[in-house]
Structures are given as C-alpha cells and as structure tokens.
C-alpha cells in the first residue's frame, strides 16, 4: 500500500500545497515512549506526502540545494522507523472513529492489520473535538469508517479536509442499516418505535425462539454482502443516488446505530466490500472473516433475547436517549430519558417530569452512563424506591479489539437484567 522512498521522491511534481511541518518535528518522528509500528507507519506515508509537496514549492535551485539533504534526512530516517518497528504494514491505513465502530473493523481486519481509533476511553462523541496530533491518522488514511455527523458533528469537517487521499464511509447510509427516529418528550411511548426504515420490523426481529439463525446466517449475511458490494461510492457524495436506492433518511435519525445487532451486522458487511476494493490482495479475509462475525453475533443474539425476555414489562429510565435500537430490537423500551444530550444540562422542569414519572409508573431503574457524573441520576432517584444501574453504550472500559463490540452487548443486556430483576 505505501510506494518505496526512491517511487516516491521520483513521481511527476504535484501542485503546490500547504503543508505543516509541526507534524513531522523530532518528537513525531522518535522511536521513544508509546511509537507503534501502526503510528509509525502512517507518519511515514504522510511524511512522504509533505516532503513530495514541500519539494516541488522550492521554486530556485538554491532553494533546493539547501533543503535535499535535510528532507532526504527526514525521509530516510522516518523510513529507518517504519522498518525499526516492523516494516510497512500490508494492509490499508484504516481510521475509524468510536469504540464500536473500532471493533467491527478490527474483527473484519483480523489477519490482515489493524483500524486506528480516534475517540477512546471514556471521550463523548457528540462533543469530541479532534486533536492535532491525531491529524496524521486522517492524512495518512486509505479508508475512514465513521458513523456521520450526526453522531460526532465535530469530524465533518477534519474528515472531509484531511482525509482527501482516502475511501470515507458513513455508515448511516450503509445498506442494510435500520433507522429510528430520534424520540425527543420526556415520555417514551413504549409502542411509539419511531420511523424504522429498515427491513427488520418488531414482529420479526423478536420472534428469537422461532428464528432459524443457521439459516439466517447464511441468507441474510449473503444479502448483506451483495448490499454493500451495491452499496454507495462515497467518494463521489451522490446523496440523491443513497435516496433513490432507499437508504435515505432525514438527518434527524438516532445515530446510535450499533446497538442493533442486525446493524453491526450490515456494517461488517459494509466495511468488507469496501475494504475489498481498497486491498483487493485481502479481499477473501475480509469476506470470511464479516461472516464469521455475523455468525457470532447472530449467536449471541438469541442468547440476549432469552436473557431479556424475563424482563421485558418492566419500566426504566436512561440517563440520555442512547440505546433505542437495543430497546427496539429486542422489545424492550425505556420510559424516558433524563437528558436529551448528555452534554447538556437537563431543566429543572424535565427533572421534575421524570421524577413524577418515575412514580406514576413505578419504574424500577434508572441507567446512569459511567462518563458522566451521576449527580443528575441521584436528583431524579430521591425520594423513590427505584434502583440505578449503569449502563455503557460505547464500551468505554472494554479493551479494544474484535472483542469488544460482542461484550458491550453482552454489558447491557446484563445491566438491565440485573438492575431490572434487582440483582445489583
């Protein structure tokens, strides 16, 4: 995937672009503290790039007399790093954005590398603000997965201004996605399921006992390939084609479109079809290893809808509305939600509706999330006789890797049984 020096100082002179030597400073370019072999060769791409534009702006021979041999310096020695950590990677420089989306990918990637990750830990998406010395991970992408700007409004710009070298996928408009509407009152109607644009509807995605998931399997994760082998060329942004091939949706949607497992399904499909036309070389890794996901979470799907299922009438409260496509997918919906944004404080007067919704329901739990404060879920729980839990919709103290995706569904299936049956 990445030219040798010599391909690269030989390519025929580009336009002259602005570049940002910061980037390349000594401290980016050592081997010292926590260098991986993946950073180190990404900064290697991108530092060819700079040098290859900083090279054909030195107008005057003089000009690059003076600055060959420091920029020859700085490419042999960021090309000695890549080989001193390892040697370049043969799989595409893949960027993705959230802990979920992370764990898709390196599942589809297992084998081939490994996606690099922008939000980690417990960082929020809706209020993430892209730091510069994360810049070179989109400047040196090939692919970028992301959600969209409805998650994360704050990486529409960066993606598009940086990342113009690489394959960018919303995953929003992928096929096969389920979409719902955002549910804005401080009451949830329990059979108030939104807009779902998707194939899955609540009488055939609840019917677990019944299901065939070996044959579901096979079909649907068939269907789901030749959908996104279909699927949408990003590159050209033709959002009327997305709308006339029915993957259309409002920008009002809930983004959170990977707690349904049939859509992180759909995503793995997604990211293997494009990750196949990025590095055709890896194309059947890529396709066997969407499918052995899909067969796993079918697995574990049927194993959340027999955990759940004991459970299902009783009323909680979510501490923001992030988890409608769990509830709806497993037919088991929140009462409400104390926040609308978890950046957001919540009024006074939706704090008292919730608590008197609380009561007049007889709710059993209310979710707190472990990256907010649990001040807001304390008001709400006094005087009543509600129990509170947690509940994670990113996996934030989940390791990342293939793993992780599989676990936090397991984690909130958990947390609501346990808080739910009064187990915790």
């Known amino acids: 995937m990445i030219r040798s020096f010599s391909q690269e100082l030989n390519r025929p ?3 002259n ?5 910061q980037l390349f400073n000594n401290s980016n370019l050592s081997i010292a503290g ?3 072999e993946r950073y180190t060769v990404t900064r290697y791409k991108v530092t060819l790039r700079w040098i290859e534009t900083r090279m054909t702006s030195l ?3 003089s000009q690059f007399r003076r600055q060959r041999s420091w920029l020859l310096a700085t490419a042999a020695g960021s090309a000695l790093l890549a080989t001193t950590c390892g040697a370049l990677a043969d799989g ?8 979920p989306i992370h764990s898709i990918a390196a599942a589809v990637m297992e084998g081939v590398g490994e996606p690099f990750i922008l939000i980690d830990g417990a960082a929020s998406p809706h209020g993430f603000a892209l730091k510069p010395s994360q810049a070179f991970l989109l400047q040196g992408a090939d692919v970028v997965f992301w959600v969209g700007p409805e998650l994360t409004p704050s990486l529409a710009k960066p993606i598009s201004s940086m990342a ?3 394959t960018v996928v919303e995953l929003m408009e992928a096929p096969g996605i389920s979409h719902l509407a955002l549910r804005e009152g401080v009451n949830f109607d329990a059979h108030d399921h939104g807009h779902d644009h998707g194939e899955h509807h609540a009488e055939n995605e609840h019917g677990h006992d019944d299901h065939d998931h070996e044959e579901h399997t096979e079909q649907d994760h068939h269907d789901h390939d030749e959908q996104a082998e279909a699927g949408h060329d990003h590159d050209d942004h033709d959002h009327g084609k997305h709308a006339e091939a029915g993957h259309d949706h409002d920008g009002a949607g809930d983004a959170h479109i990977w707690l349904n ?3 992180g399904i759909a995503i793995a499909a997604q990211m293997a079809a494009t990750l196949a036309k990025a590095d055709p070389d890896n194309a059947a890794t890529y396709k066997k290893n969407a499918k052995a996901f899909s067969e796993r979470i079918e697995s574990l799907e049927h194993e959340i809808s027999n955990e759940l299922e004991p459970v299902s009438g009783k009323s909680f409260i979510v501490f923001h509305d992030a988890y409608h496509h769990f509830e709806h997918h497993f037919d088991i919906e929140a009462s409400g939600a104390i926040t609308l944004s978890p950046e957001a404080l919540s009024s006074a007067d939706r704090i008292e509706k919730i608590r008197h919704r609380i009561e007049d329901l007889g709710v059993t739990c209310v979710f707190q999330e472990p990256q ?3 001040k807001l879920v304390n008001v709400v729980l006094e005087g009543s006789d509600a129990r509170s839990g947690t509940l994670d919709p990113l996996g934030t103290q989940l390791e990342n890797g293939p793993d992780l995706y599989p676990n936090l569904l397991k984690n909130l299936s958990a947390a609501l049984t346990g808080c739910l049956k009064g187990e915790n």
């Open 59 to 61: 107008s005057r021979p």
């Open 164 to 166: 113009t070298g690489a």
């Open 92 to 99: 595409p420089s893949v960027v993705t954005t959230i802990k």
């Open 17 to 21: 672009q602005g570049h940002d030597p």
């Open 261 to 263: 497992p049939d859509n």
């Open 34 to 36: 926590a260098v991986t």
């Open 372 to 374: 907010f404060e649990a």
């Open 13 to 15: 002179p580009a336009a």
